[in-house]
């Protein structure tokens, strides 16, 4: 059974920061590409951070460049998203994705709310 768990989210005052992790299981994890997404109600998710499955590259918005961090760890099947100098309008749930090829893997999201 396919399964990827998000966890780290919460309240966090503006200026503070947050480690995302994602937990994966179910499937090979090295072979797939992760991705960190979020989504505010009413609007379409969006990609955040994405990473491949040699962690060769990474890419981010302009909004969060310099301040989030995408990273994995193969021997334990976790992605991990470091979010620095949070702001108001990160608040959004964030959903952790896998991919290869064709086939794609969503978690349920985890909440991160930045409010003082």
């Known amino acids: 059974q396919v399964q990827l768990v998000e966890s780290g989210g919460g309240l966090v005052q503006p200026g503070g920061s947050l480690r995302l992790s994602c937990a994966a299981s179910g499937f090979t994890f090295s072979l797939y590409d992760m991705s960190w997404y979020r989504q505010v109600p009413g609007k379409e998710r969006e990609l955040v951070a994405a990473i491949t499955r040699a962690s060769s590259t990474t890419t981010s918005p302009t909004s969060v ?3 989030f961090t995408i ?12 979010m620095n ?13 896998a991919r290869r090829r064709e086939v794609i893997y969503w978690g349920r999201g985890t909440q991160v709310t930045v409010s003082s």
């Open 65 to 67: 460049k310099g301040r």
């Open 71 to 82: 990273s994995r760890d193969n021997a334990k099947n976790t992605v991990y998203l470091q």
């Open 85 to 97: 100098s949070l702001v108001p309008e990160d608040t959004a749930v964030y959903y952790c994705n």
